[in-house]
């Protein structure tokens, strides 16, 4: 059904779109915090926008290829590539959708088919425990509105935040890409 693919180019693209993105946040955040006038917030904003498009789409495209080589090397994982993405705009279920797709990615791509029996690395409870609460402090602003220092401040505990996740989530998508390459090597000369 799904054909194995390489992900070496996608990994390198979704780690500078990802980083692009999270370095454009702590730009808007650090702009807001220090109140450094509306052209430097209007820029980083533009900026953050446009980080925030190429990533997604990038890291998209990323989790879509890497789950459905993770459907290659393993059996029996319950979300598909189109949900590995779908999740993420689903409300409620993007909460902890997203997070089980990556779960599962990760666990075949490192364990292959003995995948349902093995331990996921404690970056990945990590990485989405910090995606959650940079989401939730970022909302945060939308009610603060009326305090411009307030939202300052959340923006860049946002930023922080989403630094924290992007660290992990850069490590995880190495260790996909990394266990992909190995399982596939290892089933090609088996």
Request: aromatic letters at 14%; proline letters at 2%; one cysteine or more.
């Amino acid at each position: 059904m799904y054909q194995f693919k390489e992900l070496g180019g996608l990994t390198r693209a979704a780690m500078v779109a990802i980083w692009f993105y999270a370095t454009t946040q702590l730009l808007l955040g650090l702009s807001e915090a220090l109140d450094l006038g509306a052209g430097a917030m209007g820029l980083t904003t533009v900026l953050n926008v446009a980080g925030l498009l190429i990533a997604a789409i990038v890291f998209g495209c990323w989790i879509y290829r890497a789950n459905a080589n993770a459907h290659v090397i393993a059996d029996g994982l319950s979300i598909s590539p189109g949900w590995a993405i779908g999740w993420y705009f689903i409300p409620i279920m993007s909460l902890f959708q997203p997070y089980v797709a990556m779960k599962e990615t990760w666990l075949a791509s490192t364990y292959g088919s003995n995948w349902g029996d093995a331990e996921v690395t404690g970056l990945l409870p990590f990485w989405w425990g910090m995606w959650l609460v940079s989401g939730f402090v970022g909302w945060g602003t939308v009610f603060a509105r009326q305090d411009v220092a307030l939202v300052g401040e959340l923006t860049l505990v946002t930023a922080l935040f989403s630094l924290a996740a992007t660290f992990c989530l850069t490590r995880i998508i190495a260790q996909v890409r990394e266990g992909q390459r190995v399982m596939r090597h290892a089933e090609v000369f088996a």
